[in-house]
Structures are given as C-alpha cells and as structure tokens.
C-alpha cells in the first residue's frame, strides 16, 4: 500500500510561481510511474503532468504545457510539480497519483493506483 501526501498549495497571484511536492511512503517509489491531476470546483478531475519512473519521458496538458513542470527525486520517493506563470483558471485541488506501469505516462483516473489527498492551490488578485 503506497500513501501519497501533497504538500506546498496556498493562495497566490496571478504570475506567481509555486511548487508542490508529494512525498510517498509505504512502497517502492520507482515501481510508479507519477501523475498530479486537478480538480476544479464543480468540474471533474483532470490530467496535468505525468513523469516515468526514470523520468525519461514526461507529458503535460496542453493549459499547462510551457508553464508547469513535473519532477522527481527518487532519493527522496518524492514527485514535484514546480507551476509558473499562474492563472486563475489553474485555481484548483491538487492530487498526485501513482501508477504500477512505470515506463508510460498514463492520462486517465482509472490508470492509476495510488491517490493523494490533494492540496488547494488558489489563484486570485
């Protein structure tokens, strides 16, 4: 059993940055491929960035692809999402996801194993 707890959401401006993490514990880390989703208020959860386990291949959603950037450090069993360049449209839940198949990134809910609290990231003047 691999438990996920994300970290470094809060209240920010419009332009700012800000980097999550999401520490795993429970199992081995680098069996995981690593995904962070969203979920805005009232609409469904959604695709952000996906890392392999090596992180070699990395894939984001066209509304963050330029601004956000997935990483991990596997000495740590920890994944990062480092946010640029923030909209108010990236107002959202946080949640960072493990996936068993490590050697692809996978898009959708079901493709993933482990799931995160989530963390409140807020965009706002």
């Known amino acids: 059993q691999v438990q996920l707890v994300e970290s470094g959401g809060g209240l920010v401006q419009p332009g700012d940055s800000l980097k999550l993490s999401c520490a795993a514990s429970?199992?081995?880390?680098?069996?995981?491929?690593m995904g962070w989703f969203r979920q805005a208020l009232g609409k469904e959860r959604e695709f952000v960035a996906g890392?392999?386990?090596?992180?070699?291949?990395?894939q984001y959603a066209d509304s963050v692809k330029g601004r956000f950037t997935v990483s991990r450090d596997n000495t740590k069993n920890t994944v990062f999402l480092q946010m640029t360049s923030l909209k108010p449209e990236d107002t959202a839940v946080y949640y960072c996801?493990?996936?068993?198949?490590?050697?692809?990134?996978?898009?959708?809910?079901?493709?993933?194993?482990?799931w995160g609290q989530g963390t409140q990231v807020t965009v706002s003047s």
């Open positions: 996801a493990a996936d068993r198949d490590k050697y692809r990134v996978t898009t959708g809910l079901g493709g993933y194993d482990y």
């Open positions: 429970g199992g081995t880390f680098t069996n995981y491929a």
């Open positions: 890392i392999t386990w090596r992180g070699l291949t990395r």
